[in-house]
């Protein structure tokens, strides 16, 4: 009497039983989908089983990826590990640029001590110690300029002569900027020795 009507409605009228078959399916019939593999399997449940519910999840989820990719690349600028290093650092070119540059001298990483030399004698208030501090900010300031300008000139003709069907666009600035840093400072870490041949 206070049945809905939607409900009887969509009540099954044909009361036939299913007949379900008895017979088992061919072990080698084909299912229609290949078998994956375990890993493939196993990334899938997983990756259901850590899909974020909430924004704060989600976000905290972010901030642990991006946690690890950050200790990737650390330890890749570390170890010479190209797989996780920044697009700037990636490639052949870049390497061999890197290498050419750690494996020589260059006046410029040599600039941070010699300015704090020439910054103590500059406080010195004696005239000809003070001439002289100015003297060596020329010297250095030169030096630099003319060992940049020779290193680029080699450097540009080497990657021409090493990589002649590959871009090397930026590379010799980017090794001049790495020129400019003391050696153990530099990252990615100097993999040659200085004077090892290229």
């Known amino acids: 009497m206070f049945r809905s009507r939607a409900k009887e409605e969509k009540a099954p009228t044909d009361k036939t039983p299913v007949e379900l078959s008895k017979q088992p399916r061919d072990p080698q019939a084909p299912k229609g989908r ?4 375990r890993s493939e399997a196993q990334s899938q449940r997983r990756s259901v089983a850590n899909t974020p519910t909430t924004r704060k999840e989600a976000a905290k ?3 642990e990826d991006r946690r690890q990719a950050l200790n990737r690349q650390r330890q890749a600028l570390a170890t010479g590990d ?3 290093m920044p697009a ?5 070119v870049r390497k061999f ?7 020589r001298f260059n006046v410029a990483e040599f600039f941070l001590p010699l300015a704090v030399v020439i910054l103590v004698l500059s406080v010195v208030r004696v005239p000809a110690i003070q ?3 100015l003297l060596m900010w020329l010297v250095v300031i030169v030096l630099i300029v003319l060992d940049a300008a020779f290193s680029g000139f080699r450097l540009k003709k080497r990657l021409k002569e090493r990589f002649p069907d590959q871009n090397t666009r930026g590379a010799v600035a980017y090794a001049l900027m790495r020129s400019l ?3 153990r400072l ?7 020795k200085r004077g090892e041949r290229l």
């Open 34 to 37: 290949p078998t994956p593999k």
């Open 61 to 63: 989820r972010q901030r």
């Open 82 to 84: 190209e797989r996780y």
């Open 88 to 92: 700037r650092d990636k490639g052949p």
């Open 97 to 103: 640029a890197r290498d050419w540059v750690d494996s």
């Open 131 to 133: 001439s002289i501090a």
């Open 181 to 183: 840093q003391m050696r």
């Open 186 to 192: 530099r990252l990615p870490k100097p993999q040659v």
